[in-house]
């Protein structure tokens, strides 16, 4: 996701990362896919890991979150002097704390759901974790992770704009809103236009250019044809316990993209990983990535076309698809027993 604009229309010119594959460390694999079936939960601690936070999302119909766990973010920007306004991103939607847009479904899901007015005004929901202190401490492990269906758009126009995300800030952010990239940013899974692919990101050091090539960041990919049909486990772990250090993103288990902290300086690496971080899931509509992918790299039966920036939701872009969550959960290991 994005708190300042990222010119995600250089995907169009930059070459797609090359995912890597290596062995799974720990956590729970496979897809979470349930359908109309029982709710998932989060499941255990993988072996040598302590669950450190959860929530499963039990309530009754049209509840709201538990506000204790989460915060909700409102309107079209934090609203500090010198914030950007539309998160940073030009996405167009209103966020809010309406359960028309975030709110329990009494299944053991989170909704989190985008609509439109008979104007084609929108408004969706973003919330951040309370807690910032989600760490991998000097030499441990973090793992963040979700079980998540991706909104059922379809492929095609009526999936146009359509931006879910399930991401983490530095715990610095908050408060100043103003030191992004150099806290870290890590965007365990974007989706964009209803494309059949998942987006995983590391943002660091400046703004611009820089070690880690803002605004894009350094991001792999993978694709499943499957990600609307039902649940799947979205992952990352930041990896402080060996040498080089690690940041691993997965799918259902399976590692597909990895950066290594020797790909930007030390520095850059220390400010971006070594703190606490918090997690926000959203759904926003339109803005500069859902644009670039709709105008230089579009899906097979995808939109597409030129049209003036930053446009890219239509009349035929289809109103209340939620994401749905059915956990989040964190979960910390510690190296030879060192904090």
């Avoid at 973010?73 to 934090?78: E, Q, V």
């Avoid at 494309?195 to 694709?223: A, K, M, Q, Y």
């Avoid at 499943?224 to 690690?246: C, K, W």
Wanted: include cysteine.
């Amino acid at each position: 996701m994005a708190v300042a604009w990222r010119g995600r229309a250089a995907w169009a010119a930059a070459a797609v990362v090359a995912a890597a594959a290596v062995a799974l460390l720990a956590g729970p694999a496979g897809a979470a896919t349930r359908h109309d079936g029982p709710p998932v939960f989060a499941p255990p601690a993988p072996p040598g890991f302590n669950l450190v936070w959860k929530d499963d999302f039990n309530g009754l119909p049209g509840w709201p979150v538990d506000p204790f766990n989460w915060i909700y973010d409102t309107g079209t920007g934090y609203g500090c002097t010198g914030c950007p306004e539309n998160w940073g991103t030009f996405e167009i939607e209103t966020m809010t704390r309406s359960t028309k847009n975030v709110s329990l479904d009494g299944r053991g899901d989170l909704l989190i759901t985008p609509v439109s007015d008979s104007l084609g005004n929108w408004t969706s929901g973003r919330i951040e974790t309370r807690r910032t202190d989600f760490t991998a401490g000097d030499h441990g492990i973090l793992r963040v992770q979700a079980a998540i269906q991706l909104p059922q758009t379809g492929v095609g126009p009526a999936a146009a704009g359509y931006w879910p995300a399930f991401w983490m800030l530095g715990a610095a952010f908050r408060g100043n809103y103003l030191n992004w990239p150099s806290i870290g940013e890590i965007d365990i899974m974007e989706n964009i236009n209803g494309r059949p692919t998942d987006f995983s990101t590391l943002h660091c050091g400046v703004p611009s250019g820089g070690p880690c090539n803002e605004t894009n960041g350094i991001g792999g990919t993978t694709n499943d044809a499957t990600l609307q049909d039902g649940f799947h486990i979205y992952a990352m772990e930041l990896d402080r316990s060996v040498t080089p250090n690690q940041l691993r993103f997965y799918l259902d288990g399976t590692n597909f993209f990895t950066i290594n902290s020797t790909q930007v300086p030390s520095d850059v690496w220390e400010s971006a990983t070594n703190h606490g971080f918090f997690v926000i899931l959203n759904v926003a509509m339109g803005g500069a990535f859902p644009w670039a992918e709709c105008n230089f790299f579009p899906h097979t039966g995808g939109c597409s076309g030129s049209t003036p920036f930053p446009q890219v939701v239509t009349p035929s872009t289809v109103s209340g698809k939620p994401m749905k969550v059915a956990y989040v959960a964190v979960y910390e290991k510690r190296s030879h027993g060192r904090p």
